[in-house]
């Protein structure tokens, strides 16, 4: 295993890094006043328009993609440090960089499973960035974290499929220029069926009759305005046409997880940027701020909280960036212990490492004047999203005991 950065990955760290600090850094506080301004706050703000369009311009877009066709060719391995990159500023570099989820998902499910004609109406338009979409999985009524008592029904009709349910945590689907769902659901009912061939997913339009978005879901007390929000959503009747279906009846699961592997990666990437940026606010507060005659950073507690971030942080990215190896020469089933081990991990490390950054701010930490409370909130829900740690643990735990037994 070589984790040195090859030339290319280099040269890109370079342009973006660049990028960050003459065009994202810069926007954040632009970004909260045109919030705070907005008649309609889920409407894009211009700022994020305008970073696309440069984002675009300078070539930094689509570098999730390892599909060259579609986007920039890059292994697993080379994206691992620019996802890091954008990680610093979570809710303006993914989304600049059309590399945001829940789009960068979809695309992925698109561009792997979806029709010709499925690619031209929809994978295009996202990966232009010209629409959002959203992922419509999670349900209130059922513990979701087992993906197979998912119970909206997905009903043939003729040359139709008919859907009836309710979802949550639909990340996207607040976004006015959300333009297309990708929903999860049962099309067979049979109590004696393959629980794991019961789902199927299908694309449907969000003008589609029947779809009512009934709230967006606070996260933290969070609107999450820049992901473009998180939705519960009623689907009643919803009529759409049989060619809507991705991949096949049955093939739901199997999409979920081709979707999540690469997903959790992405989000464990960006999760080490993360912690990173509250190292850095950590380490620059501690050295300007005296309490008890002597600076902050003189204290014994700090040094301690400093250091051990900087172990911690090292630790998980070297596991990401051995799991983003594995995935790119064994394939995703190959790496499947390490990104278990990896969602696990590393959302504790940078939930570990803010919560220091925060003590360390005191009353500002918990502010809006410093990013460390919405990157609070971010990462422990990602010890929910895609997969709750003791889902992943569990499954880590029977990898393991398998080789005893």
């Known amino acids: 295993m070589d984790f040195a950065y090859d030339a290319k990955t280099e040269e890109l760290r370079a342009r973006l890094l660049a990028f960050m600090d003459e065009h994202v850094y810069p926007a954040e506080a632009v970004l909260e006043q045109q919030l705070h301004d907005a008649a309609d706050p889920w409407e894009r703000q211009p700022i994020l328009e305008e970073l696309k369009t440069e984002a675009r311009r300078q070539g930094l877009w689509n570098l999730f993609l390892p599909d060259s066709e ?29 590399c945001a989820a829940p789009d960068t998902g979809n695309m992925e499910v698109l561009a792997m499973f979806g029709t010709d004609e499925q690619k031209k109406q929809w994978l295009q338009p996202l990966l232009d960035g010209e629409i959002r979409s959203a992922f419509c999985m999670t ?70 009759p029947g779809i009512t978005v009934k709230r967006a879901m606070h996260v933290f007390g969070y609107q999450d305005y820049a992901h473009g929000g998180h939705a519960e959503i009623e689907f009643k009747d919803v009529r ?88 790119d020469t064994v394939g995703n089933k190959g790496a499947h212990t390490e990104i278990q081990a990896i969602k696990i991990g590393t959302p504790l490390m940078a939930e570990w490492v803010i919560d220091k950054a925060i003590q360390a701010h005191g009353g500002a930490g918990v502010s809006q004047d410093f990013p460390l409370a919405e990157l609070f909130a971010a990462t422990r829900t990602l010890r929910i999203a895609d997969g709750p740690d003791e889902v992943h643990r569990m499954s880590l735990a029977k990898r393991e005991l398998k080789k005893y037994l």
């Not at 006015?176 to 069926?193: E, L, Q, S």
């Open 70 to 98: 579609h986007g920039a060719g890059l292994t697993n391995l080379q994206y691992a440090p620019l996802a890091e990159i954008t990680g610093r500023s979570p809710h303006l570099a993914p989304e600049a960089l059309n």
């Open 139 to 208: 349900e209130p009524d059922v513990a979701s974290s087992d993906a197979t008592n998912i119970a909206t029904r997905i009903e043939r009709d003729g040359d139709d499929y008919v859907i009836n349910g309710r979802k949550w945590w639909s990340s996207g689907a607040m976004n006015p220029n959300c333009a297309i769902f990708i929903v999860m659901g049962k099309t067979d009912p049979d109590p004696d069926a393959d629980r794991h061939r019961q789902q199927s997913q299908i694309l449907v339009p969000r003008g589609t």
């Open 240 to 327: 759409v046409p049989a060619s809507n279906l991705i991949a096949g009846e049955g093939e739901g699961f199997a999409i979920a997880q081709a979707r999540l592997g690469p997903g959790r990666i992405h989000h464990c990437m960006r999760l080490i940027g993360m912690a990173e940026r509250a190292l850095e606010l950590m380490c620059r507060r501690a050295a300007s701020r005296v309490a008890f005659g002597k600076p902050i950073a003189a204290q014994g507690v700090v040094h301690e909280w400093i250091a051990e971030s900087r172990v911690r942080i090292e630790q998980a990215r070297l596991l990401v960036l051995k799991t983003a190896w594995l995935m």
